[in-house]
C-alpha cells in the first residue's frame, strides 16, 4: 500500500512518499480503508524533532487520527463490523497510509448525518475541545479570548463557548481568520501580529479583563494574554505553537489569585478521551458543531500539508486524503 515516512526528523520535505507492507487484522483487530487523516499541530512539531511531547524512534510512518471504512475483520471480531464506517486513533502513529489494522475497543461509529472527513475532523480536536470546555467551565455572559480562534481546535472551542452563552474574544493572525472566528460566534476580534493588541481587547472587553484564557500559542502572544486575565480568572494552557509555553511565574498566579489549568487536567481515563470524542461527534451529528475544514491534500502531499500549517495559512482543520 502507499503511505508516506518521516526516516529523519527535520523540515516539511522529510515526509517521503513510500510503500508499506498492507496491515492484517490481529486477534481482535480490524483493517480500514482509509479515507481521511487529520494533521493535529503537534505533528508537525513532531516531525521536525522539536516538539513539547516525547519523540518517536525512527523511521515511522506518521499519523494518529484516522477515519474510514472497515473492509477486513480480525479472527475473533465480530463479521458484523465489516463495511461500518469509523474513526479511530493509532496510539501514535501509522496513520498516514491507505490502510490500518486497529484494536476495535478504539473504534467510534460515524453517525449516518456526518461525512468521515467531518468525523475525522473532530476526533483529535473535538476530544480537546470538549475536555477543555469541561475543564474551563465557561458561565453565561464571561469574556472568554481564544488564541489561534480560526485553528483547528480553535475554530470548534469558538463555537463550544458562544454556545455556552461565554463572550469570546478571537484573536488570530489575519483577518480571514477573524472574519471566520466571528462567523463562528466571536464579539471580539483581534490580529495578535498587531502592536497593541492587548490594548484592543482590554477597550472592548473592559478594565477588568477576561475571565478565561485559552492559551495554545505561548510565547510573547501567550504572556499577553495573561496579562488581559482579571484577578481570580482561568488561564488554561494547552499548547505552545509559537514554539514556547507562556512564561509566568508562581508568584503571579499566586499574587492575582489566577486559576491554572493544564491539559493534564483535562481528561480522567482513556475511556473518557474517547468518550468525549464520541461527544463531540453528537454535537455535530445533531447541527450545533460545524467542524471547519479548510483544505485537504493528496497523501502524497504531506509535505506541502505540513509546511502549509507552519506557514500559517490554514484555516480550521488539515486533512490527508489517500
Ligand atoms: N488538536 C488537538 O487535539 C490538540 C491537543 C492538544 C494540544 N493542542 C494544542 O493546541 C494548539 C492548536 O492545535 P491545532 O492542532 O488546532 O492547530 P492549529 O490551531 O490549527 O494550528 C496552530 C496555530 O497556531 C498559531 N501559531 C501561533 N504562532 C505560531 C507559529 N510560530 N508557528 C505556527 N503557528 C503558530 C497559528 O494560528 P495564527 O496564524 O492565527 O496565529 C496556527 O494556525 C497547539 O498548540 C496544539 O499543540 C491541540
Do not use: C
Not at 480490524?30 to 524533532?49: H, K, M, N, Y
Not at 499574587?255 to 455535530?284: C, N, Y
Request: proline fraction near 7%.
Amino acid at each position: 500500500m502507499r503511505a508516506v515516512w518521516l526516516q529523519e526528523f527535520g523540515g516539511p520535505e522529510v515526509l517521503v512518499p513510500g510503500e508499506a507492507p498492507d496491515p492484517r487484522p490481529g486477534p481482535g483487530q480490524v483493517v480500514i480503508e482509509v479515507a481521511a487523516i487529520g494533521i493535529p499541530f503537534v505533528e508537525t512539531q513532531v516531525r521536525s524533532g522539536v516538539a513539547p511531547v516525547p519523540l518517536p524512534r525512527l523511521p515511522i510512518i506518521p499519523g494518529n487520527g484516522v477515519g474510514g471504512t472497515i473492509v477486513e475483520v480480525g479472527p475473533d471480531a465480530d463479521p458484523a463490523l465489516q463495511g461500518r464506517r469509523v474513526v479511530t486513533s493509532l496510539g501514535g502513529s501509522g496513520g498516514y497510509a491507505e490502510r490500518v489494522a486497529v484494536d476495535i475497543g478504539g473504534l467510534i461509529t460515524v453517525p449516518p448525518e456526518l461525512d468521515i472527513t467531518d468525523a475525522v475532523a473532530l476526533l483529535a480536536d473535538g476530544r480537546t475541545a470538549m475536555g477543555l470546555i469541561r475543564a474551563a467551565a465557561p458561565r453565561p455572559g464571561e469574556w472568554v479570548l481564544v488564541e489561534s480562534a480560526a485553528g483547528g481546535l480553535g475554530s470548534l472551542l469558538v463555537q463550544l463557548l458562544s454556545n455556552a452563552g461565554a463572550q469570546v474574544v478571537a484573536v488570530a493572525s489575519s483577518q480571514r481568520k477573524l472574519d471566520l472566528a466571528a462567523e463562528l460566534g466571536a464579539k471580539v476580534t483581534a490580529d495578535y501580529t498587531r502592536d497593541g493588541w492587548g490594548d484592543r481587547v482590554r477597550e472592548a472587553v473592559g478594565e477588568a479583563g477576561v475571565r478565561i484564557v485559552l492559551d495554545g500559542v505561548g510565547g510573547a502572544i501567550g504572556r499577553t494574554a495573561f496579562e488581559l486575565l482579571a484577578p481570580r480568572g482561568r488561564f488554561v494552557m494547552f499548547g505552545a505553537a509559537s514554539g514556547a509555553p507562556t512564561h509566568a511565574t508562581v508568584a503571579e498566579v499566586f499574587q492575582r489569585g489566577i486559576v491554572l489549568v493544564t491539559i493534564g487536567q483535562f481528561f480522567d481515563s482513556p475511556a473518557d478521551i474517547k468518550a468525549m470524542a464520541e461527544a463531540a461527534i453528537a454535537e455535530a451529528a445533531a447541527g450545533r458543531l460545524r467542524p471547519v475544514i479548510g483544505q485537504t491534500f493528496p497523501l502524497e502531499r504531506a509535505g506541502d500539508a505540513h509546511a502549509a500549517i507552519e506557514a500559517r495559512t490554514t484555516l480550521g482543520k488539515t486533512l490527508l486524503i489517500p
